[in-house]
């Protein structure tokens, strides 16, 4: 196999943490919905009600929000911690 350029090496390296990233999100996304699942359905059954689709939602967006306000607090500390 032939050797990489520097900036063959750089690409591969961005494309391999794109990926990590893609993989990471993906399961987070299925923790939440399982943890969600967990506490909002009782019994499965052929459709949701209106309660427990209102559970899942509300579920789901507390992670999300909860998740964005954790990570922009590290990238201000790590901004802050960079000057």
């Known amino acids: 196999m032939a050797e990489l350029g520097e900036a063959d090496e750089a690409e591969l390296q961005r494309?391999?943490?794109a990926?990590?990233?893609?993989?990471?999100?993906?399961?987070?996304?299925?923790?939440f919905m399982e943890l969600c699942w967990d506490k909002c359905v009782e019994?499965?059954?052929n459709q949701l009600d209106?309660?427990?689709?209102n559970c899942?939602?509300?579920c789901v967006d507390r992670f999300i929000?909860?998740?964005?306000?954790i990570t922009g607090r590290f990238a201000q500390i790590?901004?802050?911690g960079g000057q």
């Open 56 to 58: 899942l939602s509300s």
């Open 65 to 69: 929000d909860t998740t964005l306000a």
């Open 50 to 53: 209106s309660r427990t689709e």
């Open 43 to 45: 019994k499965p059954g």
């Open 78 to 80: 790590v901004e802050k």
């Open 15 to 17: 494309l391999v943490a």
């Open 19 to 31: 990926e990590q990233q893609k993989a990471q999100f993906t399961a987070q996304v299925h923790h």
